[in-house]
């Protein structure tokens, strides 16, 4: 599970040093968590999922800002289809249902997300968006931003949308592990409703 040294591993200087500690701290726990939620979805789904941890190889000069791993029904990829979010950032871990980097279809499934609306308004409260996967920015959903975001998905080039909870690095769940696991299961079961919507 993850601790403050997960966290602390953005705090060091240099692309290598930096690198080298993901692959050392931060990567071992994607896996470990990863599979166990592999398990869970494929039972959900009842189809083979597979599981992608982010190496930033086209990175030459800037440590990454966070990291994250992914979980799809594609063997060699998953930014081209909906897809499950596990990732850290400084100051929180993400768990997602991503649509980024211009997926195939997206208009049609943020159309699809607009007409069902209720299944957006009827997740737990925590529940939080992100428009940018590039950027650290998330914010609880209401009806009004969904729409909004929803929008901008169907009708920008480079519209995104994740859709997930977070974990703050402060959050006292670190100290139970078992509670951070349980919590962040939960979280990939509401999302299955809205990952089956997007398979068409």
């Given at each position: 599970?993850?601790?403050?040294e997960?966290?602390?591993?953005?705090?060091?200087?240099?692309?290598?040093?930096?690198?080298?500690?993901?692959?050392?701290?931060?990567?071992?726990?994607?896996?470990s968590?990863?599979?166990?939620?592999?398990?869970?979805?494929?039972?959900k789904?009842?189809?083979?999922?597979?599981?992608?941890?982010?190496?930033?190889?086209?990175?030459?000069?800037?440590?990454?800002?966070?990291t994250?791993?992914?979980?799809?029904?594609?063997?060699?990829?998953?930014?081209?289809?909906?897809?499950?979010?596990?990732?850290i950032?400084?100051?929180?871990?993400?768990?997602?249902?991503?649509m980024?980097?211009?997926?195939s279809?997206?208009e049609?499934?943020?159309?699809l997300?607009?007409?069902?609306?209720?299944?957006?308004?009827?997740?737990?409260?925590?529940t939080?968006?992100?428009?940018?996967?590039?950027?650290?920015?998330?914010e609880?959903?209401?009806?009004?931003?969904?729409k909004?975001?929803?929008?901008?998905?169907?009708?920008?080039?480079?519209?995104?949308?994740?859709?997930?909870?977070?974990?703050?690095r402060?959050?006292?769940?670190?100290?139970?592990?078992?509670?951070?696991?349980?919590?962040?299961?939960?979280t990939?079961?509401?999302?299955?409703?809205?990952y089956?919507?997007?398979?068409?």
């Amino acid at each position: 599970m993850f601790t403050q040294e997960s966290f602390k591993v953005f705090e060091i200087a240099g692309l290598e040093p930096r690198l080298q500690a993901i692959r050392e701290e931060i990567q071992p726990i994607f896996q470990s968590i990863d599979e166990i939620v592999k398990t869970e979805l494929e039972t959900k789904l009842q189809e083979p999922l597979f599981i992608h941890i982010a190496q930033h190889r086209r990175r030459t000069v800037y440590p990454p800002e966070n990291t994250w791993s992914a979980i799809s029904s594609k063997k060699r990829g998953y930014k081209m289809e909906p897809h499950f979010q596990l990732g850290i950032w400084p100051d929180y871990v993400f768990m997602y249902l991503s649509m980024i980097d211009q997926p195939s279809k997206k208009e049609q499934m943020a159309q699809l997300l607009l007409q069902n609306n209720l299944l957006l308004t009827q997740l737990p409260s925590d529940t939080v968006m992100n428009t940018d996967h590039t950027k650290d920015h998330y914010e609880f959903i209401t009806q009004a931003n969904v729409k909004q975001a929803l929008e901008r998905l169907k009708n920008v080039k480079k519209g995104e949308f994740q859709i997930g909870r977070v974990i703050p690095r402060d959050s006292q769940l670190w100290q139970k592990p078992e509670q951070a696991l349980e919590y962040m299961l939960s979280t990939y079961r509401f999302l299955v409703p809205l990952y089956q919507l997007l398979q068409f």
